[in-house]
């Protein structure tokens, strides 16, 4: 069986949408973006990783500095 390629829209580039986006473009579909926000900011706050999820950004290709 073909597998096609889909168009796939992502409603939201937080961490979850654009975990999203990296999964789906790394199975070869085509992706487009909508973000509410005009631009990024920094916004001076963190990510809290509980252990089982902590080798999820490494499996997306995400390196993320220790501590």
């Known amino acids: ?3 096609r390629k889909r168009s796939i829209l992502v ?3 937080g961490l ?6 990296l999964a789906l473009q790394t199975d ?3 992706v ?15 990510i809290h990783l ?3 999820l902590k080798p999820t950004p490494a499996a997306l290709g995400v390196k993320l500095p220790e501590g």
């Open 11 to 13: 409603v939201g580039a």
């Open 28 to 30: 070869g579909h085509i």
């Open 50 to 52: 509980p252990p089982q």
């Open 32 to 46: 487009t973006v909508l973000e509410a926000a005009s631009k990024f900011t920094d916004v001076g706050s963190g």
């Open 16 to 21: 979850d949408g654009l975990a999203a986006v």
């Open 1 to 3: 069986m073909v597998e």
